[in-house]
């Protein structure tokens, strides 16, 4: 009985001190709930359908705003490799002209600085990706590779190569002449695969860059853009050459 009595005493005193203090009120009612959270929950509402629209809509503009931006930054970036290219042609050319005496011409497949000289051709790193890399004296790789005139009392020729960087998605075709006395000059084009712009340099006209525009060539293979041979005696044969551009269809000087 007195164990009864004490908790009827207890609960009499809960109740006076939940009565007369305001914030255990506010939060638990007579059933001991929690009628402020309670009411918290009932007041939760999501997003209305204008407000989905107006969300909508602002990230509908900002793409249409940010989109081609993006697109137009990627094509310089891409357009901007192959600049680089041609003129690092010139800076290599140098460097083999320097040891051989003669320049030199890219080739189509990879192989390594030790192999005969297999022509001219245009070095595309997107139809034989081991041009991507620089050829080795054991490794397949790109390179730079000329070979002199026949020597006038033995008739031999001697023949040197070099390695050059052109990287992923690349095309880049170095032409090079050379008469029975040495004389030698080259013209170097480079197009990155992803890219509208084909740049090229001449040897005989110093620290000039020409480029041909084509909004149609990016993702086609090959150099796209029409190619001058290399010629002796030395004269500005790219410049104002067809060059398959559009609206532009000259190759014209970089301004």
């Not at 809960?14 to 305001?22: A, D, R, V």
């Not at 740049?199 to 293979?221: C, G, H, Q, R």
Request: overall charge neutral; glycine content about 6%.
């Amino acid at each position: 009985m007195k164990e009864v009595a004490s908790r009827r005493r207890t609960a009499r005193n809960l109740n006076e001190i939940l009565s007369t203090h305001t914030p255990f009120t506010r939060f638990f009612n007579t059933k001991g709930g929690f009628t402020m959270i309670q009411k918290l929950r009932s007041n939760q509402k999501g997003f209305t359908l204008i407000e989905l629209m107006i969300v909508i809509a602002i990230i509908g503009i900002l793409a249409a705003i940010a989109v081609p931006q993006f697109m137009a930054y990627r094509l310089r970036s891409w357009n901007t490799a192959a600049k680089s290219i041609v003129h690092n042609m010139k800076a290599d050319e140098a460097n083999l002209n320097s040891e051989l005496g003669v320049y030199g011409h890219t080739e189509q497949a990879a192989t390594t600085l030790q192999a005969a000289d297999a022509g001219v051709a245009a070095a595309d790193t997107s139809a034989d990706t081991q041009l991507a890399i620089p050829a080795t004296d054991t490794t397949n790789g790109a390179r730079l590779c000329g070979t002199t005139a026949p020597d006038p009392i033995s008739g031999n020729t001697r023949t040197l190569a070099i390695q050059i960087s052109l990287g992923r998605s690349m095309v880049c075709l170095v032409d090079d002449v050379n008469n029975a006395n040495d004389d030698s000059t080259f013209h170097a084009f480079a197009r990155h695969y992803k890219a509208d712009t084909a740049y090229a340099v001449d040897n005989d006209i110093e620290n000039v860059i020409y480029s041909v525009s084509n909004p149609t060539w990016p993702n086609l293979a090959g150099l796209q853009a029409t190619s001058i041979a290399a010629a002796w005696p030395p004269a500005e044969d790219i410049g104002g050459a067809a060059g398959g551009g559009v609206p532009t269809a000259t190759w014209e000087r970089l301004r």
